[in-house]
């Protein structure tokens, strides 16, 4: 694979099993979900930081492999809105790349649209109340995402990205919140 990454397949496999387990898992006394979620959200870890630098090909290939393992694709939401609480702790701001990816490599599993769009205007402010200009990194987003599936308003993934800080929930409930 390119740039030394590790083979997608192997991936595939650790993500396949992983989401076997969240559909399998069942309460118990010792509540394995904690130990399973943190699994999963290292696997994710691995892949967000593994995305930018693969070809589109492989891009395309792990957004199919995420929509393929649902139990394990709903984790990215946790991953970019958990990095929203980061946004507003001690925690600094860096995470907004990471979450703009899980948001791309997620592509069409957020479910409601109006949620998503929520999603992104809470990144977009908190991003912009950290002093972070975040125009370049939604456009960074947007260059590795998906543009053959119409997600919303006519709009790719790839699209939504770029052009979200022209949208009509942008202008009406994200900018009059920016810092001035």
């Avoid at 991936?11 to 396949?16: L, S, T």
């Avoid at 399973?36 to 070809?55: D, F, G, H, R, S």
């Avoid at 991003?127 to 975040?134: E, F, G, S, T, V």
Wanted: aromatic share 10%.
């Amino acid at each position: 694979m390119a740039d030394g990454t590790k083979d997608l397949g192997t991936f595939e496999a650790r993500v396949g099993e992983l989401d076997a387990r969240r559909w399998a898992w069942k309460w118990s006394p010792q509540n394995p979900l904690p130990q399973l979620e943190a699994e999963i959200l290292q696997v994710l870890e691995e892949l967000i930081n593994m995305y930018p630098n693969v070809t589109e090909e492989q891009r395309s290939y792990i957004r199919r492999m995420i929509q393929k393992l649902p139990g394990v694709g709903m984790y990215l939401q946790a991953v970019a809105a958990g990095d929203i609480r980061k946004f507003k702790s001690d925690i600094a701001p860096e995470r907004l790349y990471p979450a703009l990816i899980a948001v791309s490599m997620a592509n069409s599993i957020f479910g409601d649209y109006r949620d998503f769009i929520v999603l992104l205007g809470s990144l977009w402010l908190c991003a912009a109340q950290a002093r972070i200009d975040p125009t370049p990194y939604f456009k960074s987003a947007a260059a590795l995402s998906d543009s053959n599936e119409i997600l919303l308003d006519g709009l790719s993934m790839k699209a939504l990205l770029a052009t979200f800080h022209n949208s009509a929930y942008f202008k009406e409930d994200v900018q009059p919140f920016l810092p001035k």
